[in-house]
């Protein structure tokens, strides 16, 4: 089983930076992919971003790209989230999912989120 806690939300301004954290834990741990995802109430959830985890390839949506910056930690099994000149719409909970194989495109989501509040 794998576990995924997502950390590092908080209100923030407009334009200002803050970067949220997935660690992961659990023997079955070997993703090929991790990826951060965003919800709204009431919005079906979207993705942001996301990571290969070995080689590091890394893919953004566009509605991020260029202001938020995935990376990740292979030894501590931390998968983090730069974002940058917030804006109010990007206001949501932040999702850390973990996608097992090449095979499959899926998205596993083992975590609670962290909210992420822009004010404008």
């Known amino acids: 089983q794998v576990q995924l806690e997502e950390s590092g939300g908080g209100l923030v301004q407009a334009g200002d930076s803050l970067r949220i954290s997935c660690k992961a834990s659990?023997?079955?741990?070997?993703?090929?992919?991790m990826g951060w995802f965003r919800q709204t109430p009431g919005k079906e959830r979207e993705y942001v971003a996301s990571?290969?985890?070995?080689?590091?390839?890394?893919y953004y949506g566009e509605s991020v790209k260029g202001r938020f910056t995935i990376s990740k930690d292979n030894v501590k099994r931390v998968v983090y989230l730069q974002m940058n000149v917030l804006k109010p719409e990007d206001t949501a909970v932040y999702y850390c999912?973990?996608?097992?194989?090449?095979?499959?495109?899926?998205?596993?989501?083992w975590g609670q989120g962290t909210q992420v509040t822009v004010s404008s």
């Open positions: 999912g973990e996608r097992p194989t090449v095979e499959k495109n899926e998205f596993h989501f």
């Open positions: 659990g023997p079955s741990f070997r993703p090929f992919r």
């Open positions: 990571i290969t985890w070995i080689g590091g390839s890394k």
